[in-house]
Nanobody, 121 residues
Framework: QVQLVESGGGLVQLGGSLRLSCAASGSIFSINRMGWYRQPPGKQRELVATIASGSSTNYADSVKGRFTISRDNAKNTMYLQMNSLKPEDTAVYYC???????????????WGQGTQVTVSS
């Protein structure tokens, strides 16, 4: 019953910016950690950034200073502001959320369907 939907991906030139959104909906009691992962062509999925329920953050070294992760708990929505984009940022970007559905204090991992980000040179 829980669904994560990403939006905001697309094609952008080197040095450009994009803002990704991830909206969670369905049976949600609370959301703990959320994060963004990406999978470049021919490579393994890798961590981009995470954000805790209290909004503490961490980033992969490759995106520090360029990307900013944030969340709006009232809207169950997470964002990734991506600036100074490089061709090596080209990947499918996935939204992740650790969600409690009913107040039982059991948490489950959910993933979005992914959104394509392509940075041209």
């Amino acid at each position: 019953q829980v669904q994560l939907v990403e939006s905001g991906g697309g094609l952008v030139q080197l040095g450009g910016s994009l803002r990704l959104s991830c909206a969670a909906s369905g049976s949600i009691f609370s959301i703990n950690r959320m994060g963004w992962y990406r999978q470049p062509p021919g490579k393994q999925r890798e961590l981009v950034a995470t954000i805790a329920s209290g909004s503490s953050t961490n980033y992969a070294d490759s995106v520090k200073g360029r990307f900013t992760i944030s969340r709006d708990n009232a809207k169950n929505t997470m964002y990734l502001q991506m600036n100074s984009l490089k061709p090596e940022d080209t990947a499918v970007y996935y939204c992740y959320a650790n969600i409690n559905r009913d107040g039982s204090r059991y948490f489950y991992a959910y993933w979005g369907q992914g959104t394509q980000v392509t940075v041209s040179s």
